[in-house]
């Protein structure tokens, strides 16, 4: 194009300019064909053929645009575009290809399972390359977590000794987990007694979000913590969580490609190492202030370490959240439901100590298993269809995996990926007794199609949590939450739609890029009518 304006406007050599021109620019336009066609033909052959190196490899899913389909599919549909990708075969997993990386899509409950469990993948490769790419570490941070100058992984201990620390600090029974369970309860319960007795328009989402967030973060972080100081930052938090596709996927023109996420990235990152600088961290539970003090001592700087936090951050409420919100949502638009769990939890409701003006009332959810077992399927029933983690794992050697249902062996090659979308377990219905995609929590109570008789919940194709040595070791914290936050919506508050006469319904979702965010919808609250003046708490 420039040529040709060129050409024309020099007087002095256009018409050989010009000459020169029509001849390159066929010359450009053949071969522009020739390798338009020659990488249509390498496309259909070595990126979309369904067959694959090894005869037991997963078959290649097929798209109709060469090199950039899958791109554009994640882009247009989020995580549900593998869905439509698995209508291709019935395998019980398929390779997505992308340029030169595989990605192994496993899409049945046994090979999941068998995946999970696996010693020959990984989730820290992933983990340690996706965090230097989204993040802006510095080259020393990049070694700290095993990442070489080209983006490569090459080992490191440190996101291993993070988990285990991490596991054992919030496992059940340990007081290190008790402590922060307890401030997160208690944070939802004094956002809840802030809630006055007229009603007040809310965005359910919205609120529940920052309530979970502020809890959370509470728990962890301690009282100091930077969104206490700044709620501004919760929103953060989501807009992180939204751009974590483009981060990853752009590295250094992240700034161009996802201004919002790289400005989310620095202004949480900028508030946690003030945090750490002023020692506000001596506040934090024991399981967050021995991971910070462990990474001081490797000589990670401030800055460095800022910036790991927001990734953790990220991971410790964007499942919470959307969980919460699915099941309280659920509850409220099934008026049925809400008046059972009214039923339920009232028996384990009771009043603590009373001065002049407040009645104190405690919930006990100790032993929820046994006392309040429709709240729990209402939780493990928004565990199933709330959230939509994708558990990943690096292929760290040539593995064999049986898939138990249909007995057959499947290869998945050194260098590899492993992708296990739970929505996709878990939204089926021969798996899940028809009707997979309603909220019915009846599926996990005693002899319910997810449950055994004594109502303990399936295993096989439910992974909430992920498994093996990466099952999320956050799960005991967040159940209690989720639980505290349940038992406080349905005893403490009431709810109505915005408009008279119309019931509250059960949460629509807009195809979202990052963690499962329903429509926004506003509804009415209040406090619960005839205990108006009760300060709830929750015993955990
Ligand atoms: C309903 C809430 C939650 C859900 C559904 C959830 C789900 C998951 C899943 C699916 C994984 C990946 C497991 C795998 O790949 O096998 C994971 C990992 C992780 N989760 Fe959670 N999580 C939740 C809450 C939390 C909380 C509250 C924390 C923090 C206290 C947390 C911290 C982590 C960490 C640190 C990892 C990485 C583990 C590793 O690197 O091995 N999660 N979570």
Redo the contacts with the bound molecule.
Sequence with gaps: MDIGINASTDAVGSGSLSGNHSVSSRASLIFALGFGAALVVWHHFFVASPKNGDAKEPPVSRTLIPIFGHLLGFYRLGVSYMETLRRQTSWPAYTMKILNMKTYVVTSPGLSHAA?RSRQMS??PL?ATVAARMLGLSKSANRHLGVDQNGKFIGSDA?TER?LE?TRM?STGSATLEEPSRVASSAVASSVNLVGTDWQSRDLFKWLRDVITMG?VAG?YGPKNPIALDPSLAEDIWIFDENQLRLSMWGVMRKWVAPAGVRAVNRISAAFETYVQEGRHQFASE?VKSTIASVLGRGIRPNDLARLEVF?IS???V??VP?TVCMVYNILANPKLHAALRDEIKDVVSEVESDNSNKKMQIDISAATKTLPLLVACYQEA?RIG?T?T???AVLKDTVLEDPESGVNIFMRAGGRVSIP?FMLHSRDQIWGGDATSFDPWRFMPGGAAADTKGRAREQGF?????????????H??KT??LASGVLMVMALDFRAERDGDHIEAPAYEGSTGAKKPIARTVRIRRREGWEDVEWSVKI
């Design positions: 999970l989730l820290e983990s996101l988990r991490f919030l959370t962890l399981a953790n991971v410790a409420t499942n919470t969980t565990l959230s983690p558990c990943n794992r739970t992974v909430p949590y992920g498994g093996g040595v990466h099952l999320c070791p956050g799960r914290l967040a939450e989720i």
